[in-house]
């Protein structure tokens, strides 16, 4: 599982906030560069460049802060902050 981040972005700052991401086993935080066309390793992954980005397998939920800490809250209660 994957959670593509942007140092400074709100709705980044706003998942990472909510859960405790260490607490997630095989979560894999990555950040990503500002410009979006250096965005490459998310648009392969995703076939978008938006941040927040969570990939699960064949789950993906792209540029919502909301839907992601709902979703991780439902597969990893003890991560909840």
């Given at each position: 599982?994957k959670?593509f981040?942007l140092?400074g972005?709100?709705?980044?700052?706003?998942?990472?906030?909510?859960?405790?991401?260490?607490?997630?086993p095989g979560l894999?935080?990555?950040s990503?560069p500002?410009?979006?066309?250096?965005?490459?390793a998310?648009?392969?992954a995703?076939g978008?460049?938006f941040?927040?980005?969570l990939?699960?397998?064949?789950?993906?939920i792209?540029?919502d802060?909301d839907?992601i800490?709902?979703?991780?809250?439902l597969k990893e209660?003890v991560?909840?902050?």
């Open positions: 599982m959670l981040v140092h972005c709100p709705y980044c700052n706003h998942v990472l906030r909510e859960i405790d991401v260490t607490k997630i894999e935080v990555i990503v500002s410009d979006h066309a250096e965005r490459t998310l648009k392969e995703s978008q460049t941040v927040p980005t990939i699960d397998g064949e789950k993906i792209a540029d802060d839907a800490i709902g979703y991780l809250k209660p991560a909840v902050a």
